[in-house]
């Protein structure tokens, strides 16, 4: 009898992207239990199939000590991305299930979509396009990315691929706070270290690139965004919990801040009736910064091979963040 793998990335996703992994995954022995559709897989869908299963390539769906308990024969999580605050670390590693991410591997598309969010929120990119195609000729000035303070928010693989990219736009200077600065790597890029309340009084653009943590949580609020520039742009590329999107709301809605742009939210996929959509100027994605055809290929046949090692060889995987 085969091993059984659920993939439990969105069903589109799969079946248009996901071959490279799929073949290897088959090749290798397995039988693939596919999430059939194109919402995120709930609690109760994977305890259904939770006691076949020996790995899972994964997206951004709950995985609770709950869930640990339905799966016995679990080996291995393997994420499509970086981030796992939607696992239950301590409960994977109290049920000997290893947890391994793709840092590092999606870096550059992140970065990139970041300089879009920043670009696009500069020249009030989608009002233009939306007034374009409605047949109006309308001239919304924007501000140019020449000249300003750039503030990263982190300092890990994201922010400085950022860092590095943004050296072309002939910045007044880039600046980043860190709990563990990478002086080094601060010194090759021109990036100027300083504290987190210097960061957000001195940039015109401040871009986050920080974990969702306890610490974290909520760490762009009422209080920190009234330290902003009114003409400042915020960028949020990391996790929706890092920013109060209630304080958010009211400080663009006040002009407390100029203009937003937001991959990821508190709630997601967030409520259509999120107050945000309501206002021109922030602009919005899917949390889809990382998703690229290249990158998801390369992340996709990386997951699937990290489970073929922990189950078939017992290798001890790159990337594992509970051990």
Known sequence: MKEKVLVSVPKSIFDQYMSNSRDLLEREGFEIIQHQSDSLMSVEGIKAIGSDIVGAVIGC??????????????????????????????????????????????????????????????????????????????HNFGTSLYDKVYGLVG????????????????????????????????????????????????????????????????????????????????INVARGAIVDEKALHRALENKEIRAAGVDVYEQEPPEKSNPLFSLENIDFSPHQAADTLETLDSISLYAASVVVDVVKHQKIPENWVNP
């Open 155 to 234: 300092f890990g693989n994201i922010a400085q691929h950022v860092a590095k990219m943004m050296q072309g736009f002939q910045l007044k200077k880039i600046i980043a706070f860190d709990l563990y600065p990478n002086y080094e790597a601060a010194q090759r890029l021109g990036v100027e270290f300083v504290d987190l309340h210097t960061l957000l009084q001195q940039s015109d653009i401040v871009s986050l690139h920080i974990p969702s943590t306890a610490q974290t949580h909520h760490l762009i609020n009422a209080e920190t965004l009234k330290e902003m520039k009114k003409s400042a742009i915020l």
């Open 61 to 138: 769906e709950e995985w609770s000590r709950e869930v640990f308990e339905a799966c016995p024969r679990l080996q291995v999580l393997a994420r499509l991305g970086i981030g796992v605050d939607h696992i239950d670390l301590e409960a994977a590693k109290a049920h000997s299930v290893k947890v391994v991410n793709a840092k590092g591997m999606n870096s550059a598309t992140v970065a990139e979509m970041t300089i879009l969010l920043a670009l696009s929120a500069s020249r009030n990119f989608v009002r233009l396009d939306r007034s374009t195609r409605d047949g109006k000729w309308v």
